[in-house]
């Protein structure tokens, strides 16, 4: 069966950094775009970086661009995020998800989402 395996979440201080990754188990790898969400508490669903199949192509909403960086190591298949200079308003259950993509580029939103992992909390605080 389909299982996305996150792992990395957990308390940091505002300014500091995780890596969240993501092991993919029961699906060709390579055919899939992978994504990483976000749901802050009282807020909505927030597609936050995706990547293609290859890893050469990315997407980030503005809210993260130039602190959080997406990766995937398709040996491993594995997908990355690696968080830096994390503010309070980062603090969320973190999702990673995938879908089989026939199309360049990767889409930030939830519904084309085919496969979700179970969420690693994420907590930002002094």
């Known amino acids: 069966q389909v299982q996305l395996v996150e792992s990395g979440g957990g308390l940091v201080q505002p300014g500091g950094s995780l890596r969240l990754s993501c092991v993919v188990h029961?699906?060709?790898?390579?055919?899939?775009?992978l994504g990483w969400f976000r749901r802050a508490p009282g807020k909505e669903r927030e597609g936050i970086s995706c990547t293609s199949r290859g890893g050469g192509s990315t997407s980030y909403a503005d809210s993260v661009k130039g602190r959080f960086t997406i990766s995937r190591d398709n040996a491993k298949k594995t997908v990355y995020l690696q968080m830096d200079s994390l503010k309070p308003e980062d603090e969320a259950v973190y999702y990673c998800?995938?879908?089989?993509?026939?199309?360049?580029?990767?889409?930030?939103?939830?519904?084309?989402?085919?496969?979700w992992g179970q969420g690693t909390q994420v907590t930002v605080s002094s």
């Open positions: 998800a995938a879908y089989r993509a026939f199309a360049s580029p990767c889409t930030l939103e939830s519904r084309d989402y085919d496969y």
């Open positions: 029961g699906l060709v790898f390579d055919y899939y775009n």
